[in-house]
């Protein structure tokens, strides 16, 4: 079949998009579409140009005979400020608020658009990174997981809470809950996660900080690097946190049970978009 260069170009967008941080070879589409080098180079120039204009991603290319293209996901100021403001909207909704102190959030974790928004944020926020996985605690926090690993193009890493046969040959660790201030347990099957793996850490909430704490201590256990930790929504006024180093997409403070009000802000992950 003879492609016309429009056919060509959303082809390879489609291709590129689908297959982030992964080096494709020029010859992949000049053997699909029996055309000159010359004339893909164009096209991958063509398409590289509109992604930029548009704050689409970024389109890398390297010359030689082994030369390609790689795609990495990046998202304008513009858009990473509207996907917080339709964040936000949603977080503010009445009839959040649950016992403890908690916010209702499972609806926006099932939500796949607003999820896949949330994924070029965060993508965003590491493209510069070098990620071999995406951790997460279960089970929130997983479907959140799924959308950054796609962007990122890495496996995902779930933390149990409970050993199961399926699992095989696990590492566990005890750790005190920044709520609760019980003793609970963290498991990570052995063939979930490569030794020595570079891991960024992602959750739904971040209250006390015991959990990410927990995740941080059982890295150590398989040699990984924790190369960031991003969640969605953070308690804002909490004494005695044990874990300070991460970036939110929101805050939330002035939590009043008996009104159900609180109210919500901007995080510091745009901090890390404009590059401030």
Do not use: W
């Amino acid at each position: 079949m003879k492609y016309k260069r429009s056919e060509r170009l959303v082809y390879m967008t489609q291709h590129l998009i689908t297959n982030p941080n992964k080096l494709i070879p020029l010859t992949t589409y000049v053997d699909k579409f029996s055309q000159a080098k010359s004339s893909i180079s164009e096209d991958i120039r063509i398409i590289k140009d509109v992604l930029s204009a548009e704050g689409l991603g970024v389109l890398q290319t390297t010359a030689g005979a082994n030369g390609g293209a790689i795609f990495i996901p990046k998202i304008s100021v513009e858009r990473a400020k509207k996907i917080i403001a339709d964040f936000k909207i949603e977080l503010e909704a009445n009839e959040r608020l649950l016992p403890g102190g908690y916010l209702y959030m499972s609806d926006i974790m099932g939500d796949p658009n607003m999820m896949n928004d949330i994924g070029d944020l965060i993508a965003t926020m590491y493209g510069h990174v070098e990620v071999d996985a995406v951790v997460t605690v279960a089970t929130k926090g997983i479907s959140l997981a799924n959308a950054v690993a796609r962007k990122l193009n890495v496996p995902v890493a779930v933390i149990r809470k409970d050993n199961k046969v399926t699992e095989g040959s696990t590492v566990s660790i005890n750790y005190v809950s920044g709520s609760t201030r019980k003793i609970e347990t963290m498991v990570l099957s052995k063939r979930t996660l490569k030794e020595g793996s570079r891991v960024l850490v992602v959750d739904d909430f971040l209250r006390a900080g015991g959990s990410i704490t927990g995740v941080t201590n059982l890295m150590e256990e398989f040699n990984a690097t924790v190369v960031g930790v991003s969640v969605l929504v953070e308690a804002k006024e909490v004494a005695n946190r044990r874990f300070n180093d991460y970036k939110s997409l929101l805050k939330v403070s002035e939590i009043d049970e008996f009104n159900e009000s609180f109210v919500v802000e901007e995080g510091n992950c745009l901090d890390y978009i404009t590059g401030k």
